[in-house]
């Protein structure tokens, strides 16, 4: 059972490793984007965001898909992202300088306001200490008859552009795999994630998939992305043992193992497996 100090201890970490990481993932945000905006679109189509809502993106980081969903809702809606990163928050302020209707809290449940039509959310929810409590809260924000739209990753080895560098690294260091708990791949099983949705009150509980076509320009991009959006501790590791987190060694391993996803061209492909979770308030 997770109790409250181990809740307060991951999101305390989780506040701390999302800050460091924060201007690493502005500088990939075009890249990342230009396939990850895919999973933002089928978000807003499946929490039937138009013109008027009132949409709560949860862990909204560098502000999607809360932007995708400003523009949705136009000036007569509004957004509120909400995220425990205050780095996120602040440079998701910046990059919504100019849009009407959207705000962004730094926080957790704690702070999310109610009445919403629509709840986002892309990629945060694996990432809560205790999600059945988060879940509740959610369900909480929306109105009777609301909606929970939310991505989540699969299986670690259907996700490349996420576990593959971090893969590589942690066996060029001879980690041991991570325990159980908090992390991108915590609702990668597609019946469970139905049943913890449904368990928290949500009806017309329904996961679908989407593959997320991932590209980058070639396994110095691959090595770039994912050295700059290391978590300090991995960060830290490398450190001890190469003298510099970039040293040739570890760019070596990453471009080694990103190879098999080189096209003819040169370019690295990397398809991505996304959970699809709606849920009816």
């Known amino acids: 059972m997770t109790t409250t100090s181990d809740v307060d201890r991951i999101r305390a970490e989780q ?9 690493g993932w502005l500088a990939w945000t075009g890249e990342f984007e230009r396939a990850a905006g895919a999973v933002s679109a089928e978000l807003l189509r499946l929490g039937g965001v138009r013109p008027g809502r009132s949409v709560l993106d949860f862990g909204t980081g560098l502000g999607e898909p809360a932007l995708s969903a400003a523009d949705a809702v136009g000036p007569t809606g509004a957004v509120v992202g ?21 705000r962004f809290l730094v926080g957790g449940t704690e702070v999310v306001p109610g009445g919403h039509d629509v709840v986002l959310s892309r990629w945060a929810l694996p990432f ?31 996700v490349p552009m996420i576990a593959l560098g971090f893969g590589a690294l942690s066996r060029l260091l001879a980690l041991d795999p991570p325990p159980p708990g908090p992390g991108p791949f915590a609702m990668a099983d597609p019946a469970g994630l139905r049943a913890e949705v449904a368990a928290a009150g949500f009806r017309e509980v329904a996961v679908t998939e989407l593959v997320v076509d991932f590209r980058l320009t070639g396994p110095d991009a691959f090595a770039g992305f994912t050295l700059d959006v290391l978590p300090p501790r991995l960060r830290g590791l490398l450190r001890e043992r190469f003298g ?38």
């Not at 080694?256 to 497996?273: I, T």
């Open 82 to 102: 909400v995220d425990l990163s205050p780095r996120m928050v602040a440079l998701a302020r910046q990059r919504a300088a100019g849009r009407p209707g959207v």
């Open 244 to 281: 510099d987190e970039r040293h040739p060694s570890v760019r070596h391993a990453l471009a080694e193992a990103v190879d098999p996803f080189r096209a003819d061209d040169g370019e690295v492909r990397l398809p991505s497996r996304c959970l699809l979770v709606r849920g009816v308030a």
């Open 15 to 23: 506040t701390a490793t999302w800050d460091a990481v924060s201007a």
């Open 128 to 158: 809560a200490g205790d999600r059945a409590a988060v879940l509740a809260a959610l369900r909480s924000a929306l109105r009777p008859g609301g909606v929970l739209a939310a991505a989540v990753w699969g299986p670690p080895a259907e």
